[in-house]
T-cell receptor, first 111, second 116 residues
Framework: GNSVTQMEGPVTLSEEAFLTINCTYT??????LFWYVQYPGEGLQLLLK?????DKGSNKGFEATYRKETTSFHLEKGSVQVSDSAVYFC??????????FGDGTTLTVKP | NAGVTQTPKFQVLKTGQSMTLQCAQD?????MSWYRQDPGMGLRLIHY???????DQGEVPNGYNVSRSTTEDFPLRLLSAAPSQTSVYFC???????????????FGAGSRLTVL
């Protein structure tokens, strides 16, 4: 079956530090890959996505590249802000409204 | 445009009670799904639906029931609540196809359930 393995957290960084959250996946077929973000007390919302190999998703300074050869979709940001503090989920989708999620990584950014 | 609306936001139940979590979407999405979120375990799929009249089990379906009589609504029923069902529940919808937004989940705000 499909699975997503995410870098274990929590992660604590100082403002303006570089962020990497690792994500690897196992899937049958050709999945679409996603990063969702959950701010405190809210539901999840899409951060970025990629639908095929070598695609790069980007949004709000975050980036992730779909690497089929390493089955990875690592999330990066060059300079984090306090407002980026949230829980980040890597996910994949192969079809029919079923998505598989990683366990989530809690990011705390300190001023 | 409300998106995905879940009710109630909070609920406390006693063991053995039953209840229904409501979910409605106004985006004409064909896919709807229910997830539960537990600390350190990410989101786990409970049940999902690919269209009105069609439902299927996800990863953790035991103790839950769903139906999809309309495109808009996808209620989740707890048949006999247990403490292990204490969790935060999220409803989500999405659509298929080749458009750029296909398969992106739109989530409701969540329903926090406590079973005593």
């Amino acid at each position: 079956g499909n699975s997503v393995t995410q870098m274990e957290g929590p992660v604590t960084l100082s403002e303006e530090a570089f962020l990497t959250i690792n994500c690897t996946y196992t899937a049958t077929g050709y999945p679409s890959l996603f990063w969702y973000v959950q701010y405190p007390g809210e539901g999840l919302q899409l951060l970025l996505k990629a639908t095929k190999a070598d695609d790069k998703g980007s949004n709000k300074g975050f980036e992730a590249t779909y690497r089929k050869e390493t089955t990875s979709f690592h999330l990066e940001k060059g300079s984090v802000q306090v407002s980026d503090s949230a829980v980040y989920f890597c996910a994949l989708n192969t079809n029919a409204g079923k998505s598989t999620f990683g366990d989530g990584t809690t990011l705390t950014v300190k001023p | 445009n409300a998106g995905v609306t879940q009710t109630p936001k909070f609920q406390v139940l006693k063991t053995g009670q039953s209840m229904t979590l409501q979910c409605a979407q106004d985006m004409n999405h064909e896919y709807m799904s229910w997830y539960r979120q537990d600390p350190g375990m990410g989101l786990r799929l409970i049940h999902y639906s690919v269209g009105a009249g069609i439902t299927d089990q996800g990863e953790v379906p035991n103790g839950y029931n769903v139906s999809r009589s309309t495109t808009e609504d996808f209620p989740l029923r707890l048949l006999s609540a247990a403490p292990s069902q204490t969790s935060v529940y999220f409803c989500a919808s999405s659509y298929s196809g080749g458009q750029s937004g296909a398969n992106v989940l739109t989530f409701g705000a969540g329903s926090r359930l406590t079973v005593l």
